[in-house]
């Protein structure tokens, strides 16, 4: 019997299937290791079957723990029943960086490959460099068509299945697919109801290139972001109107414009709750109410702009797309 599939899965240009709602595993401060890891069985045990890490993130330890125990007290039949997206770390960057990043990023998870493995950024700093406290000297030249040709390489190792980008404009994707063999499958970037992305997701879907959506609810105002999301007026109005929670009409939103949400929450009842968004839709009255929206962009990238930098701008660094 095959196994049943809680919600819709979209299939990569590169072949494979990738659940279209993932759970986001970044979060500060962390909870301790084995209450992050009993955090993670929880979200399989209520469904969730695409989880994404990174190395800056410091949870792919507590990820692969979580899958292993699953597997091991046989929740799920085995790991394949799990997709894991992970991520290269600014530092890492530089075509001879790649491969040994991806195996270190395997030796934490405890896995023999990832589903899906990103470039975080197109940024790479130096590897004595505080990534939250940069200054200029510590930024440097990132070359994206040798990264990408060591992900290229990567993938054909088979210790990725899928590769792609995360945070990459329009037009630094368009780079990528001058020369890539591989394309990149699939673009993370931040996406919600106050920062649509039309041009992006338009382009993706030009070039079969699928988005993921992070920060889907607006980060809450925490370190960054904002609340215009979980305060907007108008997605309150739809939320009462059709008894649904404000999250799930804005990853419902998400969902329907063809991107699948990483959602980010460690709270039981929450995770079970966003979810529950793929068994009924927004009427078209809706989604142009939510279209007039105010749009401004949450995660700007101020830290990584330096007048000796490769990037003096932020309209260098999203090519204008901000």
Not at 126 to 132: D, L, R
Not at 163 to 191: D, H, W, Y
Not at 210 to 239: D, F, R, T
Request: aromatic letters at 10%.
């Amino acid at each position: 019997m095959e196994k049943e599939i809680l919600f819709p899965e979209i299939v990569l240009n590169s072949g494979y299937k990738m659940p279209t709602l993932g759970l986001g595993t970044a979060a500060y401060p962390l909870p301790p290791p084995d209450h992050l890891t009993s955090i993670f069985i929880e979200a399989i045990a209520s469904g969730y079957r695409h989880f994404d890490t990174a190395t800056i993130y410091d949870t792919e330890e507590a990820v692969g723990r979580a899958v292993a125990t699953v597997v091991e007290h046989g929740l799920i039949k085995n790991r394949d029943e799990v997709f894991i997206t992970s991520k290269l770390f600014v530092k890492d960057t530089h075509p001879d960086l790649v491969l040994p990043a991806l195996k270190e990023t395997l030796r934490e998870l405890g896995l023999e490959y990832v589903d899906l493995y990103l470039i975080h950024l197109p940024i790479r700093i130096k590897q004595n460099a505080n990534p939250f406290n940069l200054s200029g000297e510590d930024t440097l030249h990132f070359d994206v068509k040798g990264v990408w040709e060591a992900m290229e390489a990567c993938s054909k190792l088979r210790l990725a299945k899928s590769i792609g980008v995360s945070n990459f404009s329009c037009a630094k994707l368009s780079r990528i697919l001058e020369f890539a063999t591989i394309p990149p499958a699939v673009n993370q970037v931040e996406m919600n109801v106050a920062w649509q992305q039309h041009k992006m997701v338009q382009f993706c879907k030009e070039k079969n290139i699928h988005v993921c959506a992070w920060s889907p609810l607006g980060a809450n105002g925490a370190i960054w972001g904002s609340l215009a999301v979980m305060e907007s007026s108008v997605l309150k109005q739809i939320a009462a109107a059709i008894n649904k929670s404000i999250p799930q009409v804005a990853l419902r939103w998400i969902y329907e414009q063809g991107v699948s949400p990483i959602v980010k929450s460690f709270n039981k009842e929450r995770m079970k709750e966003n979810l529950q968004i793929f068994d009924w839709e927004l009427s078209d009255k809706q989604v142009c109410e939510i279209q007039k929206i105010p749009q401004a962009k949450g995660f700007r990238g101020e830290i990584y702009i330096f007048p000796e930098g490769q990037y003096k701008s932020l309209q260098e660094l999203w090519d204008g797309e901000i």
